[in-house]
């Protein structure tokens, strides 16, 4: 069409190079975004890029949408942990509003994008044909560039292409959440995640009596995998011996090294762990016996689970429970008493608490 105009202002006399600029202009104009909708697009090198997002859309749209209205979209895409995270800001004809999605991939978050963007242009776009899809190549290496499947292979249905489907209007679409499993761990990028956790709760089986049991710890987690350092101690408490007015206090400090297998879905984590306290058991005279104290080494192997709901980016709930297995036999004695406290030969704990982590 701009060809046309050229030739024919070049037979009725009229300068070409301002009409040439001008059409440079228009192309120069479409290829960043012109049209029913601008895309602002920020995600890392490793995603597709904001061609490539508005190529999917474009192919999707029909040739001409009723409503000639612009749509404002804002994206931006960051990896949070074992997932990937965007933020999506429409402004769709005055009506402004913001989605968050996560997903196990970069490319689902595109997909999820261009089908926002779409059905917020066009309502009736999934009538048309099938949902826009980012196609990913094979070499990280190669440039992501055509959106359309090659000849031999199945078109695929909007649920394949995208986590879920977004309903009508942009105001009613679901944030995607993938149940698939994390990014491999020989990705281009390997995200480390810096946290720690504060847990109280209960122990017995070990001291004389029940008692409270706290612990704080500082991890480092990964795809699938966390390691810890911390402390743990539990409150004193008393044992009495069958004479009158003796008994002893006791209770326990450790040092803490943790590690833990993390399976997870969506929000959720299972860390399956195993622990090794170092420490000691200290003892206190108590009643007609001089306050003298004693400690005593204290090595234990802790296996245990847990449960990790992570309800906000850097904020986390903590349940979880070990097995304590000493490996070190320690008994307490006095001068009247041949035995006055002997270590459990197993105990358990049981803990709650939060977790806060670098995002």
């Given amino acids: 069409m701009i060809f046309f105009w050229l030739v024919l202002a070049h037979a009725v006399g009229v300068p070409t190079v301002p009409l040439a600029l001008i059409?440079?202009?228009?192309?120069?104009?479409?290829?960043?975004?012109?049209?029913?909708?601008?895309l602002e697009w920020d995600a890392p090198a490793d995603c597709p890029t904001a061609a490539d997002v508005r190529e999917a859309i474009d192919r999707t749209?029909?040739?001409?949408?009723?409503?000639?209205?612009?749509?404002?979209?804002?994206?931006?895409?960051?990896?949070?942990?074992?997932?990937?995270?965007?933020?999506?800001?429409?402004?769709?004809?005055?009506?402004?509003?913001?989605?968050?999605?996560?997903?196990?991939?970069?490319?689902?978050?595109?997909?999820?994008?261009?089908?926002?963007?779409a059905i917020a242009v066009d309502p009736d776009v999934l009538l048309h044909g099938s949902a826009p899809e980012v196609r990913e190549l094979e070499s990280e290496a190669e440039a992501i560039d055509s959106l359309v499947p090659a000849p031999d292979a199945r078109q695929p249905?909007?649920?394949?292409?995208?986590?879920?489907?977004?309903?009508?209007?942009?105001?009613?679409?679901?944030?995607?959440?993938?149940?698939?499993?994390?990014?491999?761990?020989?990705?281009?990028?390997?995200?480390?995640?810096?946290?720690?956790?504060?847990?109280?709760?209960?122990?017995?089986?070990?001291?004389?009596?029940?008692?409270a049991s706290l612990e704080l710890a500082f991890a480092l987690s990964g795809t699938g995998w966390r390691a810890e350092i911390g402390a743990a101690y539990w409150t004193p408490t008393t044992a009495d011996s069958r004479i009158a007015d003796v008994g002893g206090?006791?209770?326990?400090?450790?040092?803490?090294?943790?590690?833990?297998?993390?399976?997870?879905?969506?929000?959720?984590?299972?860390?399956?762990?195993?622990?090794?306290?170092?420490?000691?058991?200290?003892?206190r005279g108590v009643g007609e016996l001089d306050a003298r104290r004693a400690v005593a080494p204290w090595v234990a192997l802790r296996p245990g689970a847990a449960l990790r709901w992570a309800v906000l980016p850097r904020l986390a709930l903590w349940v979880g429970g070990d097995v304590v297995v000493p490996l070190t036999?320690?008994?307490?004695?006095?001068?009247?008493?041949?035995?006055?406290?002997?270590?459990?030969?197993?105990g358990g704990t049981a803990v709650v608490g939060i977790e806060v982590r670098q995002k």
Avoid at 23 to 38: E, F, K, Q, R, T
Avoid at 191 to 198: E, V
Avoid at 256 to 281: E, I, K, N, T
Avoid at 329 to 335: G, L
């Fill in 23 to 38: 059409a440079g202009l228009m192309v120069s104009m479409h290829d960043g975004g012109g049209g029913p909708y601008i």
């Fill in 61 to 117: 749209l029909p040739d001409t949408v009723a409503d000639a209205s612009i749509i404002v979209a804002r994206a931006r895409v960051a990896a949070a942990a074992s997932q990937w995270r965007l933020e999506l800001e429409l402004d769709d004809r005055g009506r402004a509003g913001t989605r968050v999605l996560e997903a196990s991939s970069c490319l689902e978050l595109a997909n999820a994008a261009a089908l926002i963007v």
């Fill in 157 to 211: 249905s909007p649920r394949e292409s995208v986590a879920e489907t977004a309903r009508e209007g942009p105001d009613e679409t679901d944030a995607v959440a993938s149940e698939s499993s994390p990014p491999a761990e020989g990705s281009s990028k390997s995200r480390l995640s810096f946290g720690a956790r504060a847990l109280a709760g209960a122990s017995v089986g070990i001291l004389p009596n029940a008692t």
């Fill in 249 to 283: 206090r006791f209770q326990l400090g450790a040092a803490v090294l943790r590690g833990c297998g993390v399976p997870s879905v969506r929000r959720l984590g299972f860390p399956l762990c195993l622990a090794l306290d170092l420490g000691g058991v200290h003892g």
């Fill in 329 to 346: 036999q320690v008994r307490f004695h006095t001068d009247r008493t041949p035995e006055l406290f002997r270590l459990g030969a197993v």
